[in-house]
């Protein structure tokens, strides 16, 4: 499948000014559209240097740099942990959790007011089997993360189910072309189980498929788990093992001397650490620059998901794609209907690139091709069955491939850059990778020991609607609040919201507690639950309810008292 | 497990006027309500005007639900609150066995010989009715609206823009400017108002808020808090034209885009649902596609007074009542309309071995249209013929027919014929 920016046809009229810095190759000039800007990236992309830096403006577009908290303060002020992790995505919490095994002085800073609100709570949660790119870092991190993932997952408490996926083919020539290509690269990568199968077999477990298809590929090592719920489970089980984490810090600069990293400037004081781990997401180029070490640039590739009503979740059991003509020629080439563990059908995501990395709105004209392509795919789903949509960006690098290396030019600085897709389903395999490079690193220095106490369960919220009925009954009659239903679409107890809002990382937002108890993830979209989940977290925080948000600071639920 | 002949679901208008029907009979029965108190979302409509055609009088929610509530607990009319229904399933026997959770009792099973569904409705939100853009907050339907503002005392924004006219929107417009918001304006997607004409001059005109038609929200901006949204105007087919666009500054945006019939625990049960309605296929006693489960109120199809959902409740009652004491036979025959003229017909059955009394038809026009007649069709024959000035789709009308020793070939039609006679 080609992508649609691997199209050279347009010609950049403009001078790029090409220079090689840090073993890299870097773009500068102003030319008339972001489409542009990429091509130059991917053109710069086939040469032999390590990576691209594109500094190519557009005229007209000023891209912004991150978000950051609005506040300063000192709490972290003076703190000399062993190893700094920038980056509270699923990433950052994968390598803080590998690293919580061993006897160091362990931090997390994230600028948000809660881990997964970037790329980890805005992707469709598949686990992927490793089909695709073979001989890249991507495929290799894949196939270990997927076979580490069931594992993990058993661990921290958080459900995972391995649905296996089906690739669907409505003609013979694309059938015989496109299955030999993928079970090659399958191959290749080491992925397990990959084959044909005829359409009587997929009928079998996906009994709604269009009349026209003629085969299919299965692969059934794929699965899928909440990445928002995995994140969370992750960092939690690292603070259980000693990670600091701060939240609502922004890394505003770095200091370098002598090709080594002495102080991090955040908006919440400076720290000291022994090692730096760049897990910055979409943002780990400008880390990069701020340590003067940028041989990357990230290029926001945006991704719009569609989720139905649960009600209409027995359709499908499984992951399926299709493939075909009318499917290559169309914008949203990627994606699926994915059954997520949590019992929804997703649709998506789409894929296009636009300069902003923050930028998470959705497109009518996106949102409906997606939806046009992908529901005929099983009879039964219709536009209507839509609860709600969302967007993502993934990190990608211009190489197209995952950074996981020690910087070949900062002693005390490594990166896990460029995690795109399948980053999530890698993440386990990238921390592994990053803890080996660390603890190395950290040996030249000191001796390091593992832990003797590292606990590696974590218990989450009980999710009491799927518990059986004599466990859910013991449950309440030990904690009468799981009793009392507040999310009637999900079945979402005032119970587990009390617990989430006390939970090791406290949900002390309305979206916070969505993304730990699915409150409000309903058909309904928190139409009845919210302002019945304020006055909860009113009684438990003690906040006043016009102090409350729905995603952090500037977020507010409400405006004004009308008693005062 | 205790045994009941009917257990009612949800204590608002439906509920309540159900279960005082019932107690009549003698009956065995009880309420289940999901909130802590009863009333359903009577409780924080505030503003008055219900009951005018039950009661002569205009009422205000609460003080509807009160003539109701009031009877029920001297009736001693059991309900068992803050209890949610987590499962239905059908025995052997016919009867209904529901897993119910609540604090006290944790997990608990009852049984009834027939159901009432009557939990009403639940609005559309933004995302079903395709607006696209930022995820912020300062986005609510008119009912979460209305229950920070009414039942919490706190406004939900300072300056917003309401979608959609419908009752409720109407209402939280004039809500939300008496407690000191700006409301720039209320847009309606359709070319005509979907809220009740009275409510278009009590709670618009009267206060100044604009009324702009065939023009939508297309587009939410701001990340943190809604800062902005984009209005554009529609075609007569509702594709939004482009070049229209036009950017609001407000902190947000409050829906009023329809309300849907909730029928989850009526689908795990294999309740046949109408398409028109989102609410389940009836006969005339309200008794869904499943023996012994009836529907009413606004879980049935969405009205726009409640003095015709407490109606309704007590037609399903009666239907329950009869049921549970001698489950009849029936030999059910669909209603046909013009789908052309109507937007639904209920009921959509007629079971022709129970039609000694007069049935109540509810239904609902398409179109705006004058000087219509409607017409109920066997055969060629003409059973009934009813003329209105007016009909429009915002108001649902009803009419009573008795149609005992008249269907012929077992056949009825609903038509809408133009001009007074025919």
């Not at chain 2, 609005?123 to 907050?137: D, H, L, N």
């Not at chain 2, 071995?353 to 026009?365: A, G, K, P, T, V």
């Not at chain 2, 007649?373 to 009573?400: A, C, L, Q, W």
Request: aromatic share 6%; net charge positive.
């Amino acid at each position: 499948m080609i992508a649609k920016y691997y199209q050279f046809d347009i010609i950049i009229n403009k001078p790029i000014i090409c220079t090689e810095e840090n073993n890299a190759i870097k773009l500068e000039g102003e030319v008339s559209s972001w489409q542009e800007v990429i091509i130059a990236g991917k053109v710069a992309a086939k040469s032999k240097y390590r990576g691209v830096i594109n500094k190519i403006t557009v005229k007209g577009i000023t891209v912004p740099s991150f978000q950051r908290p609005n506040f300063t303060d000192n709490i972290i002020e003076g703190q000399r942990p062993d190893v700094l992790i920038i980056g509270g995505g699923v990433i950052g919490a994968a390598i803080a959790r590998a690293l919580s095994k061993w006897e160091i002085d362990l931090m997390l800073v994230e600028k948000e007011c809660d881990v997964a609100m970037h790329a980890s709570s805005r992707n469709d949660g598949m686990v992927h089997p490793g089909i695709t790119h073979p001989g890249s870092l991507k495929a290799k991190m894949n196939i270990r993360g997927n076979e580490m993932f069931e594992d993990l997952a058993k661990e921290l408490d958080v459900p995972f189910k391995r649905t296996g996926m089906f690739i669907l083919f409505n003609s013979w020539l694309e059938y015989l072309f496109g299955s030999t290509f993928i079970i090659r690269n399958a191959k290749k990568n080491g992925a397990k189980g990959v084959k044909r199968v005829k359409v009587k077999e997929i009928r079998k477990i996906i009994p709604n498929i269009p009349s026209d298809i003629v085969g299919g590929v299965t692969a059934p090592t794929t699965g899928v788990c909440p990445p928002y719920e995995m994140t969370t489970a992750l960092a939690e089980n690292a603070i259980m093992n000693g990670l600091k984490l701060s939240l609502e810090t922004a890394v505003i600069n770095l200091v370098e001397t002598n090709n080594e990293i002495t102080k991090v400037i955040t908006n919440r004081g400076t720290v000291y650490p022994k090692v730096v781990i760049n897990a910055a997401g979409l943002f780990a180029d400008e880390i990069a620059a701020m340590a003067n070490d940028q041989f990357f640039t990230i290029h926001p590739r945006k991704g719009e998901i569609a989720l139905l009503d649960k009600n209409k979740g027995d359709l499908l059991n499984t992951i399926v794609s299709q493939v075909s003509a009318n499917l290559l020629k169309s914008d949203t080439k990627g994606g699926a209907l994915v059954k997520t563990a949590e019992g929804n059908i997703l649709v998506g995501p789409t894929a296009f690139e636009q300069p902003y990395k923050e930028d998470y709105s959705t497109d009518y004209t996106n949102i409906n091709a997606l939806l046009e392509v992908k529901l005929p795919i099983i009879k039964g789903i219709e536009k209507g069955d839509v609860i709600t949509y969302l967007a993502g960006t993934r990190a990608a690098t211009y190489k197209e491939d995952f950074i996981i290396e020690k910087s070949k030019k900062i002693k005390n600085l490594i990166y896990a850059a460029g995690i795109q897709s399948p980053g999530y389903a890698s993440s386990p395999a990238i921390a592994e990778e990053i803890e080996r490079i660390t603890i190395q690193l950290l040996k030249e220095k000191r001796e390091i020991n593992k832990k003797k106490n590292f606990m590696s369960v974590r218990k989450g919220i009980p999710n009491l609607k799927l518990l059986s009925k004599q466990e859910r009954g013991e449950l309440i009659s030990k904690r009468r609040d799981y009793g009392h239903i507040v999310c009637r679409c999900e079945e979402i107890s005032k119970g587990e919201i009390i617990d989430a809002i006390h939970a090791t990382i406290p949900a002390l937002t309305l979206d916070a507690i969505k993304r730990r108890t699915r409150a409000g993830m309903g058909r309904c979209q928190g139409g009845f639950c919210t302002p019945l989940i304020a006055q909860i977290m009113v009684e438990e925080t003690g906040k006043n309810m016009l102090e409350l948000t729905k995603k952090g600071d500037g977020s507010n639920l409400v405006s004004k008292f009308t008693k005062s | 497990m205790e045994q009941f002949d009917i257990v009612i679901i949800g204590s608002g208008p439906a509920g309540l006027a159900a279960a005082l029907e019932i107690e009549q009979s003698g009956l065995k029965q009880i309420i289940i309500e999901r909130e802590n108190r009863a009333g359903g979302i009577l409780k924080q409509c505030i503003h008055d005007g219900f009951g005018l055609h039950r009661f002569k009088k205009r009422l205000t929610g609460p003080e509807y639900a009160e003539l109701f509530l009031k009877r029920v607990i001297e009736k001693k009319i059991p309900i068992y609150k803050n209890t949610f229904v987590t499962e239905i399933i059908e025995m052997e026997n016919k009867s209904y066995r529901l897993t119910l959770v609540n604090s006290e009792k944790s997990l608990f099973e009852i049984e009834a010989k027939a159901l009432i569904l009557a939990n009403g409705c639940r609005e559309r939100t933004a995302k079903q009715v395709f607006i696209q853009g930022t995820r912020p907050a300062g986005v609510y339907t008119a009912g979460t609206a209305q229950y920070f503002t009414n039942i919490l005392g706190y406004l939900p924004c300072k300056k917003c823009v309401i979608l959609g006219s419908g009752d409720i929107g109407l209402i939280m417009a004039r809500r939300l400017t008496l407690e000191g918001a700006k409301v720039v304006g209320v847009y309606e997607v359709k070319d005509t108002p979907s809220g009740l004409s009275r409510n278009i001059a009590q709670c618009l005109d009267d206060f100044d808020i604009p009324l702009y038609l065939s023009k939508t929200v297309t587009k939410i901006h701001g990340d943190k808090r809604v800062e902005a949204v984009t209005v554009q105007k529609v075609d007569l087919n509702l594709n939004q034209i482009p070049g229209t666009e036009e950017i609001i500054a407000c902190d947000g945006l409050i829906l009023s885009v329809g309300l849907v019939p909730e029928n989850e625990l009526a689908k795990s049960l294999g309740v046949e649902l109408d398409t028109h309605t989102k609410g389940p296929m009836v006969n005339q006693s309200l008794m869904t596609s499943k023996e012994g489960i009836f529907s009413c109120g606004n879980a049935l199809h969405v009205h726009d007074l409640v003095d015709f959902v407490s109606e309704s409740a007590e037609i399903a009652a009666k239907g329950g009542i009869r049921f549970v004491q001698n489950k009849g036979e029936e030999e059910l025959i669909h209603v046909e309309f013009d789908e052309k003229s109507f937007l639904y017909i209920v009921p959509q059955k007629i079971n022709l071995l129970d039609i000694e009394e007069n049935i109540h038809f509810y239904f609902r026009s398409k179109k705006v249209l004058k000087n219509v007649s409607v017409v109920i069709r066997t055969g060629d024959t003409i059973i009934f013929k009813k003329f209105y000035h007016n009909m429009k789709p915002p108001e649902m009308e009803t009419i009573s027919v008795n149609l005992k020793n008249v269907l012929q070939n077992k056949e009825i039609c609903f038509e809408l014929k133009e001009g007074v006679s025919t």
